[in-house]
């Protein structure tokens, strides 16, 4: 221990190596509960790639395994310290080193957070669009690492469809360049695309090239209140069918909405099951909102409101932004489960997971990333009740199947991380996993980049 800081601070500033225990165990977890997290032998704060160089060459020669993390809103166990790990926070990495509006790409330092650069590039006229429901948070690094995804991919698609290349820190030290600066680039294997989504296993990303598009005119959105779950679902099955393109396609239930009223008093309408929202962002949205609207009244809507200007559609977006924090508040503790069905099964798996959370007698507020089929459902309990901790657990899984079944993933945006570890085994098989644990091996040989995360790999661990 005494050799592994004196070693960290022969190439970092003393105020990057933190070692006060009260301190490190500060950096000990992520969002997720249910999963273990370890104490941290040292939480090293970088400020620039050669430091993180040094910090995985030191790791490398005495074999310290290493965390990486950015701002910790993670969902999945993923950035959850191990027992004498170095946690290797970038959130000091958090310069926008370019943004170029002819090649419409920003080059960012990984602790860049996301509203912050989505704020830089708006002033110039375009629009970064990954947009996580935590982007006044979460960073650009903890985005990339989970492939993380948001309110608008309905439209926009998520984070991989705007990585282009990366500076990234491999276990022993070496850095290596992937992709591109250009429009296109089709040159050996996509090195970019396999960092996405990687939980910080292969890797630490420490500089990003991003895609930009034009900024779109400012959104229009409604809210259609729905007489159940599976009414809202059909409606979002007639929008995507007919052909709409909605910047925005959000389900929040009746559980969620009366959540976020009772934290925010924001006037949701309490009789709704379902309550929709939709948006559009292009110079005319009134003739694809009010055709929009008659879909939703030919699926059963009882009322359709549509935001009377550019605030009202952002007092709804907000609303939706406060889902998750809202049910948080419902009891002790919550998991979030993060199941992505094909759009035509969104009625099955809301309904399947209305009937888990009457089995266990549990609390399940759901919101959903309606137009992607990506549902949140959010199970409440009380971590004190032995008996309630189980149930919660049990449905938890017992969502990840009904997923499964219906022919989606277990994960849409949040990642594997700890908690979804022996569910990856059950949706890849077994070839996948071999080819995965092969691409490990090669990348971290030693095992020390987030060990435990994403795969086992008995040999190493
Ligand atoms: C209220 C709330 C709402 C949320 N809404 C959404 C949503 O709408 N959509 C969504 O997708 N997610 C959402 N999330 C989950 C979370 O915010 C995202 O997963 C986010 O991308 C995590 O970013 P972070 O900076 O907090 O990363 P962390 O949680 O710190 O880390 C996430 C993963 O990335 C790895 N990592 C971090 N930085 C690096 C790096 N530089 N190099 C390599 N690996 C790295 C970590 O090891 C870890 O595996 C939400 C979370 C909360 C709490």
Redesign the pocket.
């Known amino acids: 221990m005494g050799d592994l800081i004196d070693q960290l601070r022969e190439g970092l500033p003393a105020e990057a190596v933190l070692t006060d225990p009260d301190v490190t165990a500060s950096y000990a977890r ?2 997720a509960g249910f999963c273990p997290a370890g104490s941290p032998a040292a939480v090293v704060l970088p400020r620039t790639t050669e430091q993180v160089q040094h910090v995985m060459r030191t790791a490398t020669a005495l074999r310290v395994p290493v ?10 166990g ?2 959850n310290a191990t027992d004498g790990c170095i946690v ?4 000091k ?1 958090d310069r926008i080193l370019e943004i170029d509006p002819v090649e419409r790409i920003a080059v960012a330092e ?2 860049v ?2 509203a912050v650069l989505s704020r830089a590039v708006a002033e110039q006229g375009l629009y970064y669009p ?6 006044e ?15 608008c991919c309905v439209k926009y698609g ?2 991989a469809e705007y990585v282009l290349g990366l500076d ?1 820190v491999l276990a022993d030290g070496r850095l290596l360049t992937t992709g591109r600066r250009t429009a296109k680039g089709v040159a050996g294997y996509d090195l970019t695309r396999l ?1 996405v989504g ?9 500089r990003a090239v991003l895609a930009l598009k034009p900024a779109p005119p400012q959104q229009l959105a409604l809210a259609a209140e729905f007489p159940s779950v599976a009414a809202a679902c059909e409606a979002v099955r007639r929008i995507m069918a007919d052909g709409h393109a909605p910047s925005l396609l959000e389900l929040m239930d009746a559980t969620t909405v009366r959540a976020v009223n009772s934290m925010a008093r924001m006037g949701l309408p309490e009789t709704t099951e379902a309550l929709l929202l939709a948006a559009f962002d292009t110079p005319d949205p009134a003739p694809a909102l009010a055709a929009v609207g008659e879909l939703c009244a030919a699926a059963g809507a009882t009322q359709v409101v549509p935001a009377e200007d550019a605030a009202e559609s952002d007092l709804l977006l907000q609303a939706r ?1 406060l889902s ?2 809202a049910l ?1 508040r419902l009891r002790p503790a919550t998991m ?1 489960d ?1 199941v992505c069905v094909p759009r035509s099964r969104l009625a099955a798996m809301l309904d399947g997971t209305a009937a888990i959370a009457r089995e266990h007698g549990l609390t399940i507020g759901v919101v959903a ?1 309606a137009g992607d089929g990506n549902t ?1 459902p959010v199970v409440c309990f009380d971590p004190a009740d032995p008996d309630e901790s189980r149930r919660a657990l049990e449905s938890f899984h017992r969502i990840m199947a009904l997923g499964l079944e219906l022919g989606g993933t277990i994960t ?4 594997v ?1 700890l908690l979804k570890k022996e569910w990856l085994a059950r949706e890849a098989g077994p070839v996948a996993l071999e080819v995965q644990r092969g691409i490990k091996a090669v990348l971290d040989p030693l095992g020390l980049l ?1 060990p435990g ?1 994403v795969l086992d790999l008995p040999a190493a661990e």
């Open positions: 992520d969002m965390v990486p993390q950015g701002a910790r809103t993670g969902l999945s993923a950035a290797l926070s970038l959130v990495m990984p602790g957070v996301n990954p947009d996580p429901s935590s982007w948070q979460c960073t650009i690094g903890g985005n990339i690492g989970t492939a993380s995804g948001g309110l998520v984070t990234v960092f990687s939980e910080g296993t292969l890797g630490i990303v420490v932004r998750l924090p948080e979030i993060d990333h949140h849409g945006e949040h990642g991380g987030n995360k």
